[in-house]
């Protein structure tokens, strides 16, 4: 083992793991047996990279739900249009 390696640390790793990987809150407190929320919570760690992940997830997110407004809008003539056919 490493100098200065501790098991109780892999309880952060398993943690911050199983959220990176889609498990919910209430998922890595049943995986870890914990009872409370704020319990969990202090075994998850964020960092740049998963802050990355998170901002380009909300961008698919978000140009996802513009593409199909658009397509809608596209499908759908307005009031104008038509207005302006008759």
Not at 33 to 39: D, L, P, R
């Amino acid at each position: 083992m490493p100098e200065g390696f501790r098991f109780y640390d892999l309880r952060h790793t398993g943690h911050t793991l199983s959220t990176r990987s889609g498990a919910t809150l209430k998922d890595t407190m049943v995986r870890a047996g914990q009872s409370s929320k704020k319990a969990a919570l202090i075994y998850q760690h964020s960092d740049e990279e998963r802050q990355e992940e998170v901002a380009a997830g909300l961008d698919v997110t978000v140009r996802t739900a513009r593409e199909e407004a658009a397509r809608k809008a596209a499908e759908k003539p307005s009031g104008t249009d038509l207005a302006r056919d008759e």
